[in-house]
């Protein structure tokens, strides 16, 4: 079974930096595309962005600029780089596959990364 685990979360200033991780169990991170969501307190979960095995990257359209989404298929992570954090970045933020991919089980997900932008 596939597991998720985040990491990198923390407490950061506005205009400040953090780089998530996520590592996924399994071989099959090497045939799925692999993506970050967030979800703010009160709100529903959001896609952010998502990159696929060969390395091309998508994002939710407000989303490019200031975050960037990688791998590394050696060891099985996908990371999200976030830059010029605000305070309405605050959230805890997952990975897991994008949206509409066949055949992967949207049942699990990790713990996610409380991510708190703040002065």
């Known amino acids: 079974q596939v597991q998720l685990v985040e990491s990198g979360g923390g407490l950061v200033q506005p205009g400040g930096s953090l780089r998530l991780s996520c590592v996924v169990s399994?071989?099959?991170?090497?045939?799925?595309?692999m993506g970050w969501y967030r979800q703010a307190p009160g709100g529903q979960r959001e896609f952010l962005a998502a990159?696929?095995?060969?390395?091309?990257?998508w994002y939710e359209d407000s989303k490019e600029g200031r975050f960037t989404v990688s791998r590394d298929n050696a060891k099985n992570t996908v990371y999200l780089q976030m830059n010029s954090l605000k305070p309405e970045d605050t959230a805890v933020y997952y990975c897991?596959?994008?949206?509409?991919?066949?055949?992967?089980?949207?049942?699990?997900w990790g713990q996610g990364t409380q991510v708190t932008v703040s002065s």
């Open positions: 897991n596959a994008p949206p509409q991919s066949e055949g992967w089980d949207f049942s699990i």
């Open positions: 399994g071989s099959i991170f090497s045939i799925y595309a």
């Open positions: 990159i696929s095995p060969e390395g091309r990257t």
